[in-house]
């Protein structure tokens, strides 16, 4: 007979806002900025150049990003604050109404049509309650799983800065200690894609795929704008010189 562990099923969809969160922030931090920190190597070979390039990409990505992020957060929040108090007021007004329409949901989900208005009628005696189930059934929006505007957009800065950083390690690096300019490109593209495939494999834990799939998904998307952008930078030196002050 073959041995069963039954482990609870944990579900993670009360974490979802901050997950999304982080991996906008890594990710625009390790492939935008890294893309265009190799943007730049391509196009001048200096690491200096480079360094302050990705630099002030950071910034600005942070600044950008993170108030992107609490904007668009608390006008969902607003939106659906509004809802919510739109449904306070028909259930306060008009309670047949939405007795109705709580009937109306139980007889699509099969429900016999005297279980369904027995129910509705149970539910419609606490408000608090009636508001919850047309939240659920009606409006379609949860509001308890969003997380605070002002958190989110911390977040999104923070790890933009993070996944910002790592690639631009290696040119730091070199500019202290005398580092072949293509040996820190390559450090750089390493380092990026390690961290893509890590962070890939991590995401997991939400995504439901397996560590390698997520891995390799995150490492051939990061390689295909890394490459791309060193290319352009790579063609574009052929055809516009800087002049250096």
């Known amino acids: 007979m073959e041995n069963q562990i039954n482990e609870p099923v944990k579900h993670y969809t009360d974490e979802a806002d901050t997950f999304r969160t982080k991996v906008f922030g890594v990710q625009d931090g390790l492939i935008g900025i890294g893309s265009i920190a ?53 259930i306060e007004h008009y309670p047949e109404k939405e007795k109705d329409e709580l009937v109306g949901f139980y007889l699509k989900k099969g429900l016999p049509k005297d279980e369904a208005e ?3 009628e149970i539910l419609m005696r606490n408000r608090n ?8 059934e009606e409006l379609k929006i949860t509001p308890e799983e969003f997380e605070n505007p002002v958190k989110l957009g911390f977040l999104m800065s923070l790890y933009l ?26 450090a750089s593209m390493v380092l ?44 574009l030196s052929h055809f516009i010189t800087v002049p250096l002050l």
């Open 38 to 90: 190799l943007g730049a190597a391509g196009f001048s070979r200096e690491p200096l150049l480079v360094v302050l390039t990705g630099v002030i990409a950071t910034i600005g990505q942070a600044f950008s990003m993170g108030i992107g992020e609490y904007i668009s957060t608390r006008v969902r929040m607003q939106v659906i604050q509004n809802e919510i108090k739109k449904e306070k007021y028909e």
């Open 118 to 120: 027995k129910i509705a």
């Open 129 to 136: 309650i009636t508001l919850e189930e047309m939240m659920k």
């Open 161 to 186: 800065i993070v996944g910002g950083l790592i690639p631009l390690l290696p040119f730091i690096i070199s500019l202290f200690i005398s580092i072949p300019f293509y040996s820190a490109l390559i």
């Open 192 to 235: 990026m894609l390690g961290s893509l495939g890590l962070f890939g494999s991590i995401a997991t834990k939400f995504t439901g795929l397996s560590k390698p799939r997520g891995a390799l998904e995150q490492i051939g998307t990061g390689a295909i704008a890394l490459v791309g952008s060193y290319a352009a930078g790579l063609i």
